[in-house]
């Protein structure tokens, strides 16, 4: 059984920055597809990024591409979400989650294992 733990949300200002980490334990995390969702109040869970097993490829979603960047440390079993200049609209509890896959996924129910969520809220 793998464990989630998210960390590293908060208030920011527009325009700022955060870093979420997603630090994983009981698994083989160098075997798990990672990925980054959001569920703001009243709308579906939605995917953010998502990370190959080695780091190497990456896929985002068009609402954030070039703002966040999804990255790996499999020797410290951890996966990060760095976001640049953030806005309103990117307010939302962010979750991470693996997958037990070869291939980037998107949806949410392709993934086995999810973290209980961090909250990031943007005031503009």
């Known amino acids: 059984q793998v464990q989630l733990v998210e960390s590293g949300g908060g208030l920011v200002q527009a325009g700022g920055s955060l870093r979420l980490s997603c630090a994983a334990s009981?698994?083989?995390?160098?075997?798990?597809?990672m990925g980054w969702f959001r569920q703001a109040p009243g709308k579906e869970r939605e995917f953010v990024a998502t990370?190959?097993?080695?780091?190497?490829?990456?896929l985002y979603a068009d609402s954030v591409k070039g703002r966040f960047t999804i990255s790996r440390e499999n020797v410290r079993n951890t996966v990060y979400l760095q976001m640049n200049s953030l806005k309103p609209e990117d307010t939302a509890v962010y979750y991470c989650?693996?997958?037990?896959?070869?291939?980037?996924?998107?949806?949410?129910?392709?993934?086995?294992?999810w973290g209980q969520g961090t909250q990031v809220t943007v005031s503009s």
């Open positions: 989650a693996a997958a037990g896959t070869l291939v980037l996924r998107i949806r949410t129910r392709e993934y086995d294992y």
């Open positions: 009981g698994g083989t995390f160098s075997s798990f597809v």
């Open positions: 990370i190959s097993r080695s780091g190497a490829t990456t």
